[in-house]
């Protein structure tokens, strides 16, 4: 399938079914920017569920953490973000389209070097859409500004953070003060980070309000190469195994030397194949060594140094991994999209329709069974509202008894349910219902008494 032709299908999909909604849309909506729907909710909620499961709850190692969006604006002259958080901007005279000068030197085959600001050689001198002329770059700041108080004065601007991080370096000695860690140890948080991004697009791929889940782990200066190599694993293992994406779409890409920050001594992404531009950032793992914490100490003129078993003190390095939560929303979404020509229903009038099937993984799934009476008459409806109402105190669960009951299944198959259960005449005397499994389509009677069991096991 061409490949625009399945992200405008996965977009109307998300439309139609509740998963993704263009923002303030009855007002014409605003550009890249997203609310998710029910569905959509759903499916987010699990991915950073299973995030904090796995980075906090089932570790000795790591603790959470929820900072303020707004910090003292020193955070982000301590960080770098004030002076250096820009992309190299430039605009068609003719056309009045905006570009990254970067993202037009890498289509050249060159390599950008953001570091200065002089016009790189190479850069295109005309716009790649209309043949117009393009502006020298200009040097744009990305972060969000806005101001606190009433007055709209230099002394009253705050930013709207840019990443989680921070907030997480600025903790560091709360942290440590409270819960009297040992090194190594991790903060994690998931929260929203803002970007006055210059392109953003590809559906929830670049947005300029999204959501991050970053952790920063400390460890001793001598250790940082190995929890370095064992974040990268870690983290590339976690797509695949918790959130169940297609292992040959997923690579781990090490930076070369030019690539990295100057902070950095290593980092290496975890990329996805994405059908609108080809192997693209997921979330990348970096050593930045103990670079956050010493900028923090000079301008907050507190002290952030841990002492070693030797009496010797010195600043922990930091190993992080960063992840978005909308760029693992959209993998989820883009992995699980299948159709079906044709159809996989032989036995009623769906014969011959393209059927979509949403394969998520059981645990991403935003709903997880869909209970169907046969008919709508009290007889049914009864004993299936009891069941919906057993298994919903413990599972995400739907109810439907609108349509033909072929056209319920393709509902749900499309929206990724893995199991439907239905109540038919014959329940009333055998007490069983039939269990229908979205992905092999098997359909089984188990007894109304051990549905919970079964889904105990299969969920
Ligand atoms: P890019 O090069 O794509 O702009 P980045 O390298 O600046 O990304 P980081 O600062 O490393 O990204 O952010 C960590 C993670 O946060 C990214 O891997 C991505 O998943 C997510 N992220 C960053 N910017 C955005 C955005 N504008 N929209 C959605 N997610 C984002």
């Known amino acids: 399938m061409p490949t625009n032709d399945l992200m405008e299908k996965l977009v109307s999909l998300c439309k139609r079914r509740g998963f993704l909604f263009p923002s303030s849309e009855i007002y014409g909506g605003l550009n890249s920017f997203y609310d998710y729907g029910p569905l959509g909710v759903e499916l987010k909620n699990n991915v950073k569920r299973l995030w904090w499961q796995s980075m906090v709850q089932r570790r000795d190692d790591v603790v959470g953490l929820d900072a303020a969006i707004l910090m003292h604006p020193k955070v982000w002259e301590a960080s770098g973000h004030l002076q ?11 056309c009045k389209r905006r570009f990254r000068a970067d993202h037009l030197l890498e289509a050249t085959g060159s390599k950008p070097d953001l570091g ?4 790189p050689a190479g850069l295109p001198k005309v716009c790649p859409e209309c043949g117009g002329e393009l502006t020298e770059p200009r040097r744009f700041n ?3 500004k806005t101001f606190m108080g009433p007055l709209e004065e230099a002394s009253s601007v705050v930013y709207l953070r840019p990443e989680t991080a921070q907030g997480i370096f600025v903790n560091f000695k709360n942290v440590r003060d409270t819960m009297r860690p040992k090194l190594p140890f991790g903060i994690a948080q998931i929260g929203k980070a803002f970007r006055n991004e210059i392109t953003p697009g590809n559906f929830i791929f670049r947005t300029r309000e999204f959501e991050q889940m970053e952790c920063e782990y400390f460890c001793h200066p001598r250790e940082a190469d190995r929890w370095y190599d064992y974040w990268r694993q870690e983290r590339f293992n976690w797509y695949v195994d918790v959130l169940g994406i297609n292992k ?6 090490d930076h070369k ?4 920050a100057h902070y950095a001594k290593a980092c290496a992404d975890v990329e ?8 693209s950032e997921l979330e990348g793992i970096a050593n930045r060594q103990d670079f956050d914490l010493k900028q923090h100490a000079t301008f907050s003129g507190q002290d952030l140094e841990v002492t070693d078993e030797a009496g010797k003190k010195f600043t922990p390095y930091v190993i992080e991994p960063s992840a978005g939560a909308d760029r693992a929303t959209l993998t989820v979404l883009v992995d699980a999209y299948t159709e079906v020509e044709g159809g996989r229903t032989t036995t009623t009038e769906s014969n011959k329709e393209l059927e979509v099937v949403m394969r998520f993984d059981k645990k991403v799934a935003p709903i997880k069974v869909a209970v169907l009476p046969l008919s709508k008459k009290e007889t049914l409806a009864r004993p299936a509202r009891e069941i919906f109402d057993a298994l919903r105190s413990r ?11 072929g056209r319920r299944y393709r509902r749900q198959d499309e929206i990724g349910t893995p199991y439907c259960v239905t109540v038919d005449f014959e329940t009333l005397e055998d007490k069983k219902v039939t269990v229908r499994a979205r992905d092999s389509m098997k359909q089984e009677r188990i007894g109304i008494e051990e549905l919970e069991d079964y889904f105990k096991d299969n969920l």
């Open 142 to 144: 990305l972060m969000f």
């Open 395 to 405: 599972w995400t669960c739907t109810y439907d008894e609108v349509a033909s009951i």
């Open 116 to 119: 200065t600001m002089k016009t």
């Open 84 to 94: 250096n958080f820009t992309d190299p901007l430039v605009d068609c005279k003719q």
């Open 272 to 279: 996805y194949q994405f059908p609108f531009s080809g192997w």
């Open 248 to 253: 040959k779409k997923l690579r781990l890409r």
């Open 257 to 260: 030397r030019d690539e990295l």
